[in-house]
């Protein structure tokens, strides 16, 4: 499975566009590039995974364990943008609340702050 990586940096916000299908196949790929970009950049982080045509759990793992990265580091993971087979899966999983998809939850945008107010 192809999995793309577009990243733009703006004024401390690295925002990567993913586009392609997130599975057991490639999910340690896309780990390692959410890894490396949040060791190496140190910047606040916008996931836009509109471009995603499918997603297993295998991603949702990778999710859960970028924003306690994050987290540990003291920088802001957010989940800007979805796609229906993104957010059918994190649901599925029970995480709809966790990662912002769930009933009550802003439609995607800024829903995953993890990082103490400033």
Known sequence: MKLCFVN???RGTS?????GEVD?????????????LV?????DLELDLS???FMDSSGVAVLLDVCRQMEE??????????SSPVTRVIEAV???????????????????DLAEPA
């Open 24 to 36: 057991m196949s490639n999910a340690p790929v896309f780990a390692r590039y959410l890894r490396d």
């Open 94 to 112: 029970g995480l709809g609340e966790v990662l912002g998809t769930g009933p009550g939850q802003p439609k995607l945008h800024m829903v995953l």
């Open 73 to 82: 580091v003291g920088l802001r993971f957010s989940l800007v943008a979805s």
């Open 15 to 19: 925002t990567v566009r993913v586009s």
């Open 39 to 43: 060791d190496n950049d140190r910047q």
């Open 51 to 53: 471009g995603v045509g």
């Open 8 to 10: 733009d940096n703006v």
